[in-house]
Nanobody, 125 residues
Framework: VQLVESGGGLVQAGGSLRLSCAAS????????MGWFRQAPGKEREFVAT???????YYQDSLKGRFTISGDNAKNTAYLQMDNLKPEDTAVYYC????????????????????WGQGTQVTVSS
């Protein structure tokens, strides 16, 4: 499966963005999907995941501001980001995991099999 992110950009603190992850080659409903981000000089960190059955998990510090969702008809996953803060500035990546296990290991980048190229999100203060 090929993944292409879009929707990043420059936004003021307190604003919102919705990132999209369009898939081709195979249905996203076959995968557990994840969003990660990587700020300059930092490791890639887990943001959120949505299982093939619709179960979601979030990084604790992002609960209530970020929402992961998917549209099987459009074969696209989304990350809605609200009340953005300067510390949310990073390159955001979507990823697909083939393993049917969704309840463990979802926060580890090494457990994902396919990655998009990333989209830059910059939040100004």
């Amino acid at each position: 499966v090929q993944l292409v992110e879009s929707g990043g950009g420059l936004v003021q603190a307190g604003g919102s963005l919705r990132l999209s992850c369009a898939a081709s080659g195979r249905s996203l409903s076959s995968y557990n999907m994840g969003w990660f981000r990587q700020a300059p000089g930092k490791e890639r960190e887990f943001v959120a995941t949505r299982s093939w059955s619709g179960i979601t998990y979030y990084q604790d510090s992002l609960k209530g501001r970020f929402t992961i969702s998917g549209d099987n008809a459009k074969n696209t996953a989304y990350l809605q980001m609200d009340n953005l803060k300067p510390e949310d500035t990073a390159v955001y990546y979507c990823a697909a995991r083939e393993s049917p296990t969704y309840y463990s290991g979802y926060e580890l980048p090494k457990n994902y099999d396919y990655w998009g190229q990333g989209t830059q999100v910059t939040v100004s203060s």
